[in-house]
């Protein structure tokens, strides 16, 4: 998912075209909703290719232990475990922070 923001080429493109669906400056954000819409795809697919994506790289094991390998200390700990509950929180939907 990318996000047109105002004043970029692709927003500009996207607003000539009559593809956004808003202009709700508060919905610009990769992780809330599809913000346009293309003739290719349709927002279920994307949004089910997003969720996709981040299984398969952060719920990756060899990811994982990477990531647990760089842990120094409690506030990397507290900073590893917050990204991961916002990562389980979008694969599946909800809000968990």
Do not use: H
Not at 35 to 57: G, H, P, Q, S, W
């Amino acid at each position: 998912m990318t996000t047109p923001f105002p004043g970029s080429p692709l927003f500009n493109i996207l607003d000539k075209k009559g593809l956004l669906l808003t202009k709700d400056w508060g919905k610009y954000d990769i992780y809330r909703e599809q913000i346009f819409r293309t003739d290719e795809l349709n927002r279920d697919l994307v949004l089910r290719m997003f969720k996709k994506a981040y299984r398969e790289l952060y719920f990756n094991p060899k990811y994982i232990w990477n990531k647990v390998k760089t842990l120094k200390n409690t506030k990397d700990i507290k900073v590893a475990v917050g990204g991961a509950f916002r990562i389980v929180g979008r694969v599946l939907g909800v809000k968990c922070v």
